[in-house]
């Protein structure tokens, strides 16, 4: 009896112990895990292996001895979490042995659970009746028991018939949860399946302390977002309601999880920003609101909608703009700016950071001051960043397009940032950045003060000696811009002096800059007059850089530096070591040129300077020394006006060296083509007409047109050897060439019309009229039609039109003669009204011979007229005193129009008399008319009209405007 008596009190002691234990695992909650089954091994699994056989052994006697005792149903409800701990502990151990063995495929080591398993279903039979708690519990754990072993159809039962079957258990909704995610699993099998699922995470929701209460809630989330479009408004409330319950006390782990799918959810609305600051603003007061927002943006880049992540990001400015999350929006915003190729916006964002994000605005944006330091920290550095960013832009623009504006607000740019971050570590790099802007604006100044500042920034190596190397450049560019200025000079012997410093502590990989450096000073200071100085720099060259190719060059120098200084021996002895050193002759030939040029140079008298460059050729022609020496000679004798000198030495050098294409030879053919025509217009002014010479500009031109056909001078020279082929005499050749030009639409309008207008007088040449006339027709065509004919000279135009006139007034004028009496008037009126109408507007333009030609022909066609009446043949069958008063009429018509002829011509000899032209051949015809009329009409010329025959030479090109025309005359020839 005492043994059982100590057996109960054992007994019951270790049932409070399990009761300890259930109790513990009842109040346990999971955390983030929705998955995975809710543990209450934890605390078995600290049991001692010994302490748990010994339990086992306990509680297996304790239930076959009191079989039907009160406490039966915990205590094999105890001993089956004993049982699945001591199958665990087994299966530990198998799995360390299987794995020590090489893990053989096939015999991986399974969990053998089935002692709890029997135990679990021992007290579900033998005592749900009596301890329904306990049969509550045991269904629980077998059913997690089956869910880790795979077998999750047989767990749902048990779930299922839990809750059905003990709707008061605290495992209910633990069961319910369980089962929505069995049914959340099945969900692509049938609506059906999904509608359970939800069924059970709402019934989860009547259990508001239960520790699946969130998860529950989340699920129910998940389930409506995952149903589509129709339940994305539901799915969001739900996550919606997590974060309310996240600020409750308890709250919940899943506040993140469900701001992520918010962002998800929105994203699929149409304006979603919108549709959130409204939900956000309806809530009121929620303090994931900005992390909601960040959220949604972060969610569209996901998606590489970059549209709404901006207008998202926007959103969250306007609605919470001293936020301390704004300024590395606005970052954020720049750079999805920058991703779309909108530079512009993207620099305005960064804008907008540094104006409204500056100083002081985080202790405004911030309650605490413990947060307040590291804020500042954060958004000076974007501040720095963006200002950065944006000089960075302006920088990149200014590459691209060069204008002035755009490098000024870059260099304003570099200089904002300079003195908001005075002491920043790659401050250096920003001035480098500032004095390439100040260059580019031709501050040279400026620029290389910025580039000094560098390059004697202790903390800057990498910039260092670039630096020196600019600001040396700078101060160059600077001191080109005033050569007398000796503070610019002093400035470039200062910036030269230490970059070779810094080029000893640096030595580049190339001698090319330094030696650049020393020779471009040595070049400054010589050509100020400061020889011993630029000698120095020069020495420097042979003395620490002897190897660099540079060194012949700079011992010419020294020699000249000696040689202004007067010290002729110096000079010869640099002069001489200049040749050893370049290992040949080349540089003495230079030192002879050198001294031919200082000859010239020194001379007033251009002649001298001529021979002296002829000299330098005779002795270094097949260099390119004498090469420019034979050229300048050349140009020398041109400009002082010894045009055959010239002519002869340009023709020398195309011999010598035509075999070369360059712009010397180029131009050499092109001043032989310029003197011939300057010469042979001369001789045609003096009265020595010289068809060889126009002969010999004709060939220098169509050298030029063959082999330079692509240029513009190339073109131009068709044109030009054409007329010189007209001063030649040789018509056919200078047809040829008019024609290249008028029939070829590469060359310009005016070399077109020009081309026309000589064109037409090689034909005259010919004996072509009729060609001739065709082309001047095109040019009046096309002036008279609103075009300019660009090229032709007004009175070239007037001069087209007055041959064109005759042409048709000699092609006419046949015609009007023995017409049948019994016509009106004679053939063709129509047409010789419309020549004198013609002639009457050439008339009117004044235009020195022109004018007198049409006056001319104007006479010629009302004496034609009166011609036709006077000859008119009349019928043989009429009677002689019908012929003799048809003669008398005829007559009577007759004298109108040699009347109006009779005006005409006195209008053009008074016209050719007023302006000096009595030697133009239109008016030596005008006389021989006048004579004529005067034999059947002496009373039209009441004053004696003497003929004057000397030959007169006259420019032809000589317009008056005192020319009267008597235009009234012509109302004769309309109604005669």
């Known amino acids: 009896m005492k043994r059982d008596f100590f057996i109960l009190i054992l007994f019951g002691l270790l049932v409070s112990l399990i009761q300890a234990n259930c109790s513990f695992r009842r109040e346990m909650s999971p955390e983030k895990e929705l998955m995975v089954l809710e543990s209450e091994e934890a605390q078995l699994e600290e049991l001692q292996e010994e302490y748990v056989n010994s339990s086992i052994n306990y509680l297996e006697n304790?239930?076959?001895?009191?079989?039907?005792?009160?406490?039966?149903?915990?205590?094999?409800?105890?001993?089956?979490?004993?049982?699945?701990?001591?199958?665990?502990?087994?299966?530990?151990?198998?799995?360390?042995?299987?794995?020590?063995?090489?893990?053989?495929?096939?015999?991986?080591?399974?969990?053998?659970?089935?002692?709890?398993?029997?135990?679990?279903?021992?007290?579900?039979?033998?005592?749900?009746?009596?301890?329904?708690?306990?049969?509550?519990?045991?269904y629980y754990i077998l059913a997690s028991v089956l869910e880790e072993e795979g077998s999750v159809d047989s767990a749902s039962i048990l779930y299922r018939l839990l809750v059905e079957r003990f709707p008061q258990s605290d495992r209910v909704p633990a069961s319910c949860f369980r089962l929505g995610l069995y049914y959340f699993n099945f969900r692509h099998e049938g609506l059906g399946k999904v509608d359970l699922a939800l069924d059970y995470f709402n019934r989860v929701m009547d259990y508001p302390t239960d520790p699946n209460y969130d998860k529950a809630i989340y699920m129910i989330g998940w389930l409506n977002r995952l149903a589509g479009e129709d339940s994305l408004i539901a799915s969001t409330t739900y996550f919606l309601y997590l974060l309310e319950l996240a600020q409750q006390e308890g709250g919940t782990q899943l506040a993140d999880e469900a701001m992520m799918y918010l962002g998800f959810n929105f994203s699929e609305f149409d304006n979603g920003p919108m549709r959130m600051q409204i939900v956000l603003n309806q809530i009121g007061e929620l303090p994931q609101g900005p992390e909601l927002l960040i959220q949604l943006a972060e969610t569209y880049k996901d998606k590489i909608d970059y549209a709404n992540a901006i207008t998202t990001y926007q959103t969250f400015l306007n609605m919470y703009p001293?936020?301390?999350?704004?300024?590395?929006?606005?970052?954020?915003?720049?750079?999805?700016?920058?991703?779309?190729?909108?530079?512009?916006?993207?620099?305005?964002?960064?804008?907008?950071?540094?104006?409204?994000?500056?100083?002081?605005?985080?202790?405004?944006?911030?309650?605490d001051s413990a947060g307040v330091s590291e804020q500042s920290r954060a958004t000076d550095s974007l501040i720095r960043e963006a200002m950065l960013f944006t000089a960075g832009v302006h920088h990149s623009r200014a590459l691209q397009q060069g204008t002035p504006e755009e490098w000024r607000t870059t260099a304003d740019r570099y200089q904002n940032f300079l003195e908001k971050y005075p002491d920043d570590p790659e401050s250096y790099g920003i001035r480098f950045a500032l004095a390439e802007a100040l260059y580019e604006l031709q501050n040279y100044q400026s620029a290389g003060y910025q580039y000094t500042q560098v390059a004697v920034d202790p903390s800057n190596d990498t910039l260092k000696l670039a630096a020196?190397?600019?600001?040396?450049?700078?101060?160059?560019?600077?001191?080109?811009?005033?050569?007398?200025?000796?503070?610019?000079?002093?400035?470039?012997?200062?910036?030269?002096?230490r970059y070779i410093e810094i080029w000893d502590e640096y030595p580049g990989d190339s001698l090319s800059e330094p030696v650049g450096v020393c020779m471009a000073t040595g070049k400054v200071l010589y050509e100020s007059g400061q020889y011993s100085q630029a000698e120095t720099w020069y020495r420097q060259v042979i003395d620490r850089f002897s190897i660099s190719p540079a060194v012949p060059s700079a011992a010419v120098m020294i020699a000249q530096c000696n040689y202004q200084l007067g010290n002729l021996a110096e000079a010869e002895l640099w002069f001489n070591r200049a040749a050893e050193?370049?290992?040949?002759?080349?540089?003495?030939?230079?030192?002879?040129?050198?001294?031919?040029?200082?000859?010239?140079?020194?001379?007033?008298?251009?002649?001298?300077?001529?021979?002296?460059?002829?000299?330098?050729?005779?002795?270094?022609?097949?260099?390119?020394?004498?090469?420019?020496?034979?050229?300048?000679?050349?140009?020398?004798?041109?400009?002082?006006g010894e045009e055959r000198r010239a002519l002869e030495i340009f023709r020398q050098f195309v011999s010598h060296y035509d075999y070369q294409e360059d712009s010397l030879v180029y131009s050499a053919y092109l001043n032989i083509a310029n003197i011939s025509l300057t010469l042979a217009e001369q001789a045609q002014q003096e009265g020595n007409p010289s068809p060889q010479l126009w002969r010999e500009a004709a060939v220098a031109l169509e050298d030029i047109t063959a082999r330079y056909p692509e240029t513009r001078e190339g073109r131009e020279a068709y044109l030009w050897s054409g007329r010189a082929y007209l001063g030649a005499g040789d018509y056919l050749q200078a047809r040829q060439s008019f024609e290249i030009v008028a029939n070829n639409t590469s060359f310009s309008e005016a070399a077109h019309y020009e081309a026309l207008h000589r064109l037409a007088a090689a034909l005259d040449s010919l004996g072509l009229h009729a060609d001739a006339m065709n082309a001047?027709?095109?040019?009046?065509?096309?002036?008279?039609?609103?075009?300019?004919?660009?090229g032709i000279s007004p009175g070239d135009i007037d001069e087209d039109m007055l041959k064109v006139a005759d042409w048709n007034f000699k092609n006419v004028k046949g015609t009007i003669l023995n017409w049948p009496i019994n016509s009106s008037f004679?053939?063709?009126?129509?047409?010789?009204?419309?020549?004198?109408?013609?002639?009457?507007?050439?008339?009117?333009?004044?235009?020195?011979?022109?004018?007198?030609?049409?006056?001319?022909?104007?006479?010629?066609?009302?004496?034609?007229?009166?011609?036709?009446?006077?000859?008119?043949?009349?019928?043989?069958?009429?009677?002689?005193?019908?012929?003799?008063?048809?003669?008398?009429?005829?007559?009577?018509?007759?004298?109108?129009?040699?009347?109006?002829?009779?005006?005409?011509?006195?209008?053009?000899?008074?016209?050719?008399?007023?302006?000096?032209?009595?030697?133009?051949?239109?008016?030596?015809?005008?006389?021989?008319?006048?004579?004529?009329?005067?034999?059947?009409?002496?009373?039209?010329?009441?004053?004696?009209?003497?003929?004057?025959?000397?030959?007169?030479?006259?420019?032809?090109?000589?317009?008056?405007?005192?020319?009267?025309?008597?235009?009234?005359?012509?109302?004769?020839?309309?109604?005669?």
């Open 468 to 497: 020196a190397y600019e600001a040396v450049t700078s101060y160059n560019s600077w001191h080109g811009l005033d050569t007398t200025n000796t503070e610019r000079i002093d400035s470039i012997v200062n910036a030269a002096s």
């Open 776 to 790: 001047r027709e095109q040019i009046l065509q096309d002036y008279f039609s609103g075009g300019q004919a660009a």
């Open 322 to 367: 001293n936020h301390s999350q704004a300024p590395f929006i606005l970052r954020d915003m720049a750079a999805l700016y920058a991703e779309v190729g909108d530079v512009e916006m993207a620099e305005a964002s960064m804008d907008r950071l540094v104006e409204s994000y500056g100083s002081g605005w985080e202790e405004l944006a911030m309650g």
């Open 826 to 976: 004679p053939p063709y009126d129509a047409e010789m009204k419309e020549i004198a109408g013609y002639l009457t507007k050439i008339a009117g333009l004044k235009s020195g011979e022109v004018t007198i030609g049409a006056l001319y022909l104007l006479g010629q066609c009302n004496e034609d007229y009166a011609r036709a009446f006077r000859e008119a043949e009349y019928d043989p069958s009429w009677s002689e005193e019908e012929q003799i008063f048809f003669q008398e009429e005829l007559e009577m018509q007759a004298l109108p129009y040699e009347e109006v002829a009779a005006q005409f011509y006195q209008a053009a000899v008074r016209n050719a008399e007023e302006n000096d032209l009595t030697g133009s051949s239109w008016y030596r015809k005008t006389l021989e008319a006048i004579e004529n009329l005067k034999i059947f009409r002496p009373d039209l010329f009441p004053e004696e009209v003497i003929m004057d025959t000397t030959p007169v030479q006259t420019d032809s090109t000589l317009v008056s405007d005192s020319t009267e025309v008597p235009l009234d005359s012509t109302e004769t020839m309309d109604n005669p």
């Open 581 to 640: 050193v370049g290992g040949d002759t080349s540089l003495t030939k230079q030192a002879a040129l050198i001294a031919f040029e200082s000859a010239s140079d020194q001379s007033d008298d251009d002649t001298l300077k001529a021979v002296s460059y002829i000299e330098v050729f005779h002795n270094y022609g097949d260099r390119e020394e004498g090469k420019k020496a034979l050229f300048n000679a050349g140009v020398i004798f041109n400009n002082a």
């Open 62 to 138: 304790l239930l076959n001895t009191y079989t039907f005792n009160p406490f039966g149903a915990d205590a094999a409800l105890r001993l089956g979490e004993l049982y699945r701990v001591q199958a665990k502990n087994q299966f530990e151990i198998a799995m360390h042995q299987w794995e020590d063995a090489g893990m053989i495929p096939g015999q991986e080591p399974i969990a053998d659970y089935s002692k709890a398993k029997q135990m679990y279903l021992r007290v579900i039979t033998e005592y749900e009746g009596l301890d329904t708690f306990a049969a509550a519990d045991a």
